[in-house]
């Protein structure tokens, strides 16, 4: 999924999860070369990329770039107000891709349709999915 996010120019925003007992590292250059020789992923997972027509490097690639953008910290085990906090600064990576279209269309950026946000507003997942729900009607 991550390779085709890239492939389709989709922003990839990576959230590291602050758990106790659990840590992760960002791959290094030991860790593209394991994956590039097949000792990260099995020859199952080999097949499957290329049923999906990807490749190993396409892998690595989209990783790279990934991980070029440093990662927004998500504590679920915190309070309320911290977990809301690190939301919004995750969610202010985000746009919605009718405001974008909206910016580069004249037309769209006349009158704001009642569904989307103003242009440069951010939107919560709920409002998202109210909005889909609505749409659904």
Do not use: W
Request: proline content about 7%.
């Amino acid at each position: 999924e991550i390779v085709t996010a890239i492939q389709a120019n989709v922003r990839v925003i990576p959230v590291k999860v602050m758990k106790p007992g659990h840590t992760f590292e960002y791959p290094d250059e030991r860790f593209y070369k394991r994956f590039m020789h097949g000792k990260v992923v099995d020859t199952q997972g080999q097949k499957l990329l290329e049923e999906c027509d990807m490749s190993m490097a396409d892998v690595v690639l989209a990783l790279r770039k990934v991980f070029t953008t440093l990662a927004e910290e998500y504590s679920p085990h915190r309070t309320e107000g911290i977990r809301r906090a690190q939301i919004d600064q995750i969610l202010r990576h985000t746009r919605l891709r009718a405001d974008i279209n909206r910016q580069e269309d004249p037309l769209l950026s006349q009158p704001a349709s009642p569904m989307l946000p103003p242009t440069g507003a951010r939107a919560s997942f709920r409002d998202v999915q109210e909005d889909r729900d609505t749409a659904a009607l």
